[in-house]
């Protein structure tokens, strides 16, 4: 680092040159005032503090432009790139993209979030836009764009636990009827697997062993028009048994409409090609819901939940049924378990049991006569060469004596 003069068209002015790490430069009319600057980078250098000012100009959207480009080559699977990509561009962007990155303040960040609240968007919703800036920002820092983070501290909460709807078995063979049978043995299979649907357009015949099993270990997703192949949601493997009735279907349907070869897909459109989950639920789903008069929220990711309510009926055990979903037993706990509500009556019953035997214990100890034994002897006698009257309290017996002296 170091201050030179120049003289340009007969004004001298002073140049401060340093390294952050490539070469820069800056002018100064004043001396003073270039050693002042010089000062200034020289401490931000040493203690590695040091911002460039020219980034002093970039705005939020401008850094997430550039940030975005990583986002895009990474391995993420299509559908969260997909999700940051919602939560950029309708909730953080119209908001805050014009702002420069240097002159954001936790407050300002504080109001978009209250600003996203008012404006009716979910807890969820909040949450998804609080992380991605929070990526954008935290990116910024490391590039030492900024100096800190002003998310930090900031907390948004997730979306509150809701209970999680479910079809009767007699809806989903209504369901299954009013499809076309091309897609009975897909409906079924979800509604009787608990399978998500990206899971089930995965499938392959190699995915079904001679004792109707399923390998689960690959999902379909789309992102940007395009299908992705990619590991199951939890990226582990998992077998599931398909009920009987479900497998004779599902084996009527592989003879008549899928190839030999094992690494043809179970279930694929009348031409052939991968099922996209969201024509599917455009141009099957959607109309036979219509024509049976099905919820609002009867949406083809229903029927998963769908599969874990029939099995809480039946009392498939929690642990079991979280093997069958794929899901943690605590996690599948926390999203089903107002689907065993015989669970939470066998909990009051053992404690109403615990409760009967504290009361009889009490009641027989309140019956029974009170045994007194030791020096006091029985009850309503008095000890020995104790008379009438000269009764030893407890002042008597710590200081000694019984006249009160």
């Not at 997730?158 to 078995?169: C, D, E, G, K, V």
Request: glycine share 6%; hydrophobic share 40%.
């Amino acid at each position: 680092m170091s201050i030179h003069r120049r003289v340009n068209k007969r004004r001298a002015v002073w140049i401060v040159r340093y390294r952050d790490p490539t070469p820069r430069e800056r002018t100064f009319e004043r001396k003073a005032d270039a050693e002042r600057f010089e000062r200034y980078v020289r401490h931000q250098l040493d203690t590695d503090q040091y911002l460039d000012p020219e980034s002093a100009k970039v705005t939020f959207a401008q850094w997430a432009a550039r940030w975005w480009r990583t986002i895009e080559s990474s391995d993420r699977a299509p559908s969260t790139i997909s999700g940051y990509e919602s939560a950029l561009r309708l909730q953080v962007l119209p908001f805050i993209g014009e702002r420069k990155l240097r002159t954001l303040r936790r407050i300002d960040m504080e109001e978009w979030l209250s600003e996203l609240r008012r404006a009716g968007y979910s807890n969820s919703t909040v949450h998804a836009a609080r992380t991605v800036a929070g990526m954008v920002i935290s990116s910024a820092l490391e590039a030492r764009i900024i100096a800190a983070n002003p998310l930090v501290g900031i907390r948004v909460p997730m979306a509150s636990s809701r209970t999680r709807n479910a079809l009767s078995a007699e809806q989903v063979e209504s369901l299954a009827t009013t499809v076309d049978s091309w897609w009975r043995p897909f409906v079924l299979v979800l509604a009787y697997c608990g399978l998500r649907p990206g899971e089930a357009a995965a499938l392959r015949r190699k995915h079904l062993d001679d004792l109707g099993r399923l390998t689960i270990e690959r999902a379909l997703s789309e992102h940007r028009g395009r299908i992705f192949e990619r590991d199951t949601k939890t990226h582990q493997a998992r077998v599931v048994q398909v009920p009987g009735s479900v497998l004779h279907e599902l084996r009527e349907h592989l003879s008549a409409h899928v190839d030999g070869d094992p690494e043809a897909l179970l279930f694929t459109t009348p031409s052939n090609t991968p099922v996209r989950i969201s024509n599917w639920r455009h141009k099957v789903w959607q109309p036979a819901a219509e024509r049976l008069a099905l919820p609002s929220w009867a949406t083809p990711y229903v029927l998963r939940h769908t599969a874990a309510s029939l099995m809480a009926q039946r009392g498939v055990p929690v642990s079991a049924a979280a093997a069958a979903l794929g899901h943690d037993p605590a996690i599948f706990l926390r999203t089903y378990a107002h689907l065993y509500p015989g669970d939470l009556r066998a909990v009051a019953d053992a404690m109403d049991v615990v409760r009967a035997q504290a009361l009889a214990e009490s009641d027989t100890n309140r019956s029974r006569p009170v045994q007194l034994n030791g020096a006091r002897g029985k009850r309503g006698e008095k000890p020995k060469g104790q008379s009438a009257g000269h009764e030893r309290g407890p002042l008597t017996r710590k200081f000694g004596g019984g006249d009160g002296t």
